[in-house]
């Protein structure tokens, strides 16, 4: 892993307020994208981790296994400080449910969920309102991947991939975050044959993809790529995100792919 060059010892973070407008009040998110090596993480982990969380990262665990965790939980308290600043992150636990869903615990953040990937030293967390469920994915675009995502993917998906722009290992994993986020948004993860996460439709934007899923109309997400990182956030269909939100995040998913790196 390497990190910037000018400093590799210190932490990139980019925070994005989002406000989600459906059918009744203006719901308030929010969204974080976090990467840090892992001495540093480990030097200033008594600052963000709750104890439970701590008990977690233990010197057995490998350290690629270790950042994970750490980076994951980082981005999540970040994004909760967007939410509710005066909160020490310390007093709020994000523990691992009976489907090792992050589950969010702690005085003042009642009915709020949170979502969270990593991939390698750089990790999303989106927290939200549990009236609004949201699911978010981050993955590497990987050329050797591309056996695994087409054994993995039905043909009607494979028809979908071959429409988009780009090259076939970056189409095929926007489609299998898609699916990934999906899965974290119904709290079900990969436990559930995956055709029935099957995405059923794209819509190209000039900031990203929107895409609907061929088995849950009430759903639709957004896929952004930059360099080799790909990431996808769920969310329901009649919530609207600012188009000044996706380009926000895009231009952070930038610069996290150009300066951080595996």
């Known amino acids: 892993m390497t990190g910037p060059s000018a400093e590799p010892s210190a932490p990139f973070v980019h925070t994005l307020p989002l406000t989600l407008t459906g059918r009744g009040e203006p719901l308030y998110a929010s969204l974080a994208l976090a990467a840090a090596p892992l001495d540093w993480l480990d030097a200033n982990s008594e600052k963000f981790l709750h104890p439970d ?42 523990r691992p449910g009976v489907l090792e869903q992050p589950v969010l615990s702690g005085a003042g953040v009642r ?38 995502l087409l054994s993995q993917s039905p043909e009607a998906e494979r028809r979908l991939a071959a429409c988009l722009d780009g090259p076939e290992p970056e189409r095929l994993m926007r489609l ?32 990203g993809l ?17 360099g080799d990182l790909a990431a996808a956030l769920v969310l329901p269909q009649t919530v609207t995100l600012a188009p000044a939100d996706w380009a926000a995040w895009q231009a952070a998913l930038a610069e996290a792919a150009r300066e951080w790196r595996e």
């Open 53 to 94: 969380e701590a008990a977690l990262v233990t010197d057995r665990l490998h350290a690629r296994r270790r950042h994970g965790l750490l980076v994951g939980r980082y981005a999540a308290k970040r994004a909760l400080a967007m939410l509710h600043p005066a909160i020490d992150p310390r007093a709020l636990a994000i």
């Open 111 to 148: 009915n709020l969920g949170v979502s969270l990937s990593h991939a390698g030293p750089v990790a999303v967390a989106v927290v939200f309102p549990e009236g609004c469920p949201m699911g978010i994915d981050l993955e590497r675009v990987r050329a050797d991947a591309v056996p695994l």
């Open 210 to 226: 929107w895409a609907g899923f061929a088995n849950f109309a009430q759903y639709r997400g957004l896929s952004l790529v930059a």
């Open 176 to 207: 299998w975050c898609l699916k990934e986020a999906l899965s974290k948004t119904l709290r079900c993860g990969l436990t559930v044959p995956l055709e029935l996460l099957a995405v059923g439709s794209v819509e190209p934007h000039p900031t």
